[in-house]
């Protein structure tokens, strides 16, 4: 079977499947208004060498909103901490703090879990 040839900003793509079909992954993520997210806000051990960290997770919006909210926590919270993968990783037990400024902020759905 010949090699599909797919053409993207990185190069050149090779597939051997048929069915094979390539989508840009440079998609638009439309931003939800804050009412509308249901965020999740739960504790974490995992992968963390036993310290505990807040994730706050269930993100619609794009990468650098979420990061502008992950640095306005951390300066809240007085902690450190990341965003990554549609999430926001506060380190230590902050999840009441986390909740209360969310929605104070107008992200009303928002949980503890």
Known sequence: ??????????GIIYSTA?????????????SRPPKEQLLKVILDTKHRAGKTASVIK???????????LAKQLKS????????????IIIQGDHREKIVQWLVKNGYTKARKI
């Open 1 to 10: 079977m010949p090699k599909k040839k797919l053409y993207n900003k990185t």
């Open 18 to 30: 048929p069915d094979f079909d390539f989508k840009n992954e440079d998609e638009e993520v439309e």
């Open 58 to 68: 269930g993100f619609e919006m794009k990468e650098e909103e979420i990061e502008a």
């Open 76 to 87: 809240f919270c007085g902690s450190g901490g990341s965003a990554k993968d549609n999430e």
